[in-house]
């Protein structure tokens, strides 16, 4: 069976707006919709204590002061750290959110969101499953649907075993010829690849079978517009400013 088409502005903020404001913070999404966002992506993964925060790395040193692996930590104990300064002064005190307090301001915001899953080794089913019923209890309900993504298939099952209704995308790098299977075994509705990797035949081949294709991570106004000729429905960018001015879409394309 085919999926349902998933409706996407062609322009979602990457990290929030990772060229901009420290990456997956609270400024970042407030930074995108600035911008003019109206979709964004962030990751989130999993505490010591089963807390999910943003945060895209296993490891607190590159986007805090703090050192240590984050399945090791308590969500006190990274709260402790500053994650904004590290980007630029104006930033300095900014914390690592927790995924309900991003869930409560991209309701204040009118944000649309794909949430991609990150895990560790054993903790990717734990971690699918954690994430999907947090957002299903808390995900503002005016919103659009939001999608959850994983490069982890195990990650998505445990989404689905919480929350079958929220859409899943299945992040990959290159597209395999077996992408159909995969997808169709995780029961995703998207397709989200590698923009350097992408080429018409295959996104056509996607999209012939139902998926949307979704792009990442594009910052170039001129691979944008071939990206859409193509037929790519989403790309993500740390630079949505630059894309949609070029695309001049103003997300309404």
């Known amino acids: 069976m085919s999926p349902s088409p998933v409706p996407l502005p062609p322009v979602i903020g990457h990290r929030g707006a990772a060229a901009s404001a420290p990456e997956n913070t609270l400024a970042a999404l407030r930074r995108a919709a600035h911008l003019g966002c109206r979709w964004v992506e962030c990751d989130v993964r999993l505490t010591a204590d089963d807390e999910p925060i943003l945060l895209h790395d296993a490891w607190l040193g590159r986007t805090t002061d703090g050192h240590g692996r984050v399945a090791a930590l308590s969500l006190a104990a990274i709260r402790c750290h500053d994650a904004g300064s590290w980007f630029g002064p104006a930033f300095a005190g900014e914390r690592v959110p927790t995924l309900a307090e991003a869930l409560a301001l991209l309701g204040a915001l009118g944000l649309g969101a794909v949430i ?9 089913r734990r971690t699918g499953a954690r994430v999907a019923a947090t957002i299903a209890r808390a995900w503002p309900s005016f919103l659009p649907p939001p999608i959850v993504s994983s490069f982890w298939p195990q990650a998505l099952l445990g989404a689905r075993e919480a929350a079958p209704e929220l859409a899943r995308g299945l992040l ?13 075994w995780l029961g995703c509705a998207t397709i989200h690849a590698d923009h350097r990797f992408l080429h018409p035949a295959i996104v056509a081949e996607i999209r012939r079978y139902g998926y949307s294709v979704l792009a990442y991570t594009v910052n170039d106004a001129v691979r944008a517009r071939f990206l859409f000729d193509w ?6 960018s740390d630079l949505p400013e630059r894309v949609l001015a070029a695309a001049g879409t103003a997300q309404d394309r």
């Open 116 to 124: 991609e899953l990150k895990a560790e080794h054993g903790r990717a």
């Open 172 to 184: 990959l790098r290159t597209v395999p010829k077996n992408w159909r299977t995969i997808a169709a």
């Open 231 to 236: 037929g790519v429905s989403a790309v993500f």
